[in-house]
């Protein structure tokens, strides 16, 4: 094992706490100015220093090992018999060293989740929330983005003027996810306010999370008395027999964390066609599909960097470092997506090709990774057509993003064009999210139009990890 490089400052681990035979001063941190002032130049310092795998320190100066080389993120993805997704197996848990006010545990504290189980136990709640993904239709999806983004498009169309990251990009993934879980059209906006506050950490972020919440036990129980070709409906009714409380934490789960990553997919796009001539040039004349430019930038700037975590199941070996049965590991995405082993040559296009890990692998793959890509590009595609001669207003080099261990987002994309009216789009029905095997739904002759009281006005504030609001921390 090679010398650690040297840390920022000061650390060492709590008493007691194991750190690879390593000594944790000598250990680089995840959190902090360097890892958040340029995570992607940190990622290199570690693979210079220690390869594929590499010791890190977590909040708390708790150890960890970053997985930073393309194949050793999926052998941890793929063998989840050496790499487990139950985060109790991890050694700082079981000795008392992970305080509960700690900023780790809204990521990593074990709940009832598909995404903390193994075996068989996740086989039954994956398999309910596939299943129900599966049964809409991508064409219908397609044309609810349409009507929310010709929607969105008609608020600043007029104006020429727009910052697209808060006017569009954060809009319409939320829009559209309601539909696909199966909420009046009235609820949108407000989830849209809502899912923004949670993931920037405002002062009402927990009132926002009590909004969502509240807004998703609202749904189940109508959902229960006149069920509809929805995601909650086919929660409900899989084979599976998921409880409410597990069908509200995974729909919770669904609809925040395909908003979030959503959301910097779009921005990420915007940000590429608007500042790349060359990019927006193949683009435009059809020498690159707008699926082939998404491609590209999930290679190149993955939604999320990080996922945390996969927990060894007993002594073992990845990248050449001795891993310790109960050590934590980070998937790093963008890490491996920029391996010198895959792509020794980053200026060469990617065009087509899908082995990026922005969705993850394994039995743990993004389960809604087709959804996601659908809402992305044809929003995309809807804005470039009907605001064609669209310009970046600022400098490029004026670009600011906010850093965390997790992800990294685009603060904002203002841009100017030629004021235009853009009509709007018809409206769709729920059926129109059906594919053709799946039978109609009963008919919906009560139609809900309460909502839940909307939620507090949001206080702007420096973004918090986008993790706190699916998981633990901000409980109802």
């Known amino acids: 094992m090679t010398t650690p490089f ?22 680089r941190r995840l959190y902090g100015p360097e890892a958040e002032a340029d995570p992607a130049a940190l990622y290199e310092k570690l693979r210079a220093e220690h390869g594929e795998v590499a010791p890190v320190l977590l909040h708390g100066d708790l150890p960890a090992w970053l997985i930073l080389g393309h194949t050793a993120n999926l052998t941890a993805m793929r063998t989840p018999s050496r790499f487990s997704r139950d985060s109790r197996r991890w050694t ?30 996740h086989r039954r709640l994956r398999a309910a929330v596939t299943d129900s993904l599966n049964r809409f239709d991508r064409r219908g999806i397609r044309r609810y983005v349409t009507r929310f983004a010709d929607q969105l498009i008609q608020e600043f169309g007029p104006t020429g003027r727009a910052e697209l990251v808060a006017q569009f990009a954060e809009c319409l993934p939320m829009l559209v996810m309601t539909q696909v879980v199966g909420m009046p059209d009235e609820y949108g906006p407000r989830l849209v306010d809502a899912a923004r506050d949670l993931m920037k950490g405002t002062e009402t972020a927990i009132a926002s999370n ?34 409410d409380d597990e069908v509200l934490e995974h729909l919770r789960v669904v609809l925040l964390a395909a908003n979030e990553t959503t959301v910097n997919l779009i921005a990420d796009t ?13 683009l435009s004349g059809g020498h690159m599909t707008l699926p082939d430019a998404l491609d590209q930038v999930l290679w190149d700037s993955a939604p999320m960097s990080l996922v945390a975590g996969r927990w060894a199941t007993g002594d073992t070996e990845l990248g050449g470092q001795q891993i310790k ?60 057509t ?8 600022i400098d490029k080099d004026e670009l600011t993003w906010t850093s965390a261990w997790l992800s990294r987002h685009l603060v904002e994309l203002p841009v100017q ?33 309460e909502t839940p009281a909307a939620p507090p006005a949001v206080v702007p504030r420096q973004r918090r990890g986008w993790w706190q609001a699916l998981t633990g921390r901000f409980r109802r």
């Open 6 to 27: 040297p840390a920022d400052g000061p650390s060492g681990p709590p008493p007691g706490c194991p750190a690879h035979g390593l000594a944790a001063e000598g250990l």
């Open 92 to 121: 700082a848990f079981q000795q008392g060293l992970v305080t509960a006010d700690s900023p780790l545990m809204p990521v990593i504290a074990w709940q009832p989740l598909c995404v903390f189980a193994d075996g068989e136990e």
């Open 210 to 243: 009590d909004y969502v919440v509240a807004t998703l036990r609202r749904t189940i129980e109508r959902k229960r008395v006149t069920p509809g070709p929805d995601l909650v409906s086919w929660l409900m009714q899989h084979s599976a027999g998921l409880t």
């Open 270 to 282: 915007l940000k590429l066609v608007l500042t790349d001539r060359r990019f927006r040039a193949d």
């Open 325 to 384: 049965e109960g050590d934590m590991l980070l998937l790093g995405l963008a890490a491996g997506n920029v391996d010198p082993a895959v792509r020794p040559d980053l200026s060469k296009p990617l065009h087509g090709n899908r082995s990026h890990l922005a969705f993850g692998g394994g039995p743990h793959e993004c389960p809604g990774q087709d959804i996601g890509r659908a809402i992305a590009d044809t929003g995309i595609d809807i804005l470039l």
């Open 386 to 393: 009907r605001l064609p001669d669209l310009q970046l207003a």
């Open 417 to 449: 064009f030629s004021p235009r009216t853009v009509e709007r789009t018809a409206p769709t029905g729920p059926g129109d999210l059906l594919t053709p095997s799946t039978p109609p739904p009963p008919p919906l002759h009560v139609r809900q139009t």
